[in-house]
């Protein structure tokens, strides 16, 4: 099995109705243990970003929409399609604004 390194991985979903503040504060309730931020507020789609380890940046986006899906669950928000996708890798952030790996 190959070296792991820190994905940044942000979703986006989009639907048919405005997301309540309520809602996101649940959605970044639900990604905060995984490094992650939410937002979205007004508007007829939510984000999040997560942090998560992956050997490429195939496995991080499964990671990152797996993760997703679950907080999204826990959040009690609707299912929507994922409508962007964004990733970066540790490798991709400057040495000077990385952050030490947990643990």
């Known amino acids: 099995m190959g070296f792991e390194i820190r994905w940044s991985v942000g979703l986006e979903a989009t639907g048919d109705r405005l997301v309540s503040m309520e809602e996101v504060v649940e959605l970044a309730d639900a990604v905060a243990s995984k490094g992650g931020s939410a937002g979205g507020m007004g508007t007829n789609s939510y984000h999040a970003t997560i ?29 929507w ?16 604004e990385r952050i030490a790996r947990p643990g």
């Open 51 to 79: 942090l998560v380890y992956a050997q490429d940046r195939d496995r991080a986006i499964a990671k990152g929409k797996e993760m997703f899906a679950d907080a999204v669950s826990k959040a009690n928000l609707p299912s």
């Open 81 to 96: 399609e994922i409508t962007r996708v964004e990733v970066e890798s540790e490798e991709d952030i400057p040495d000077d």
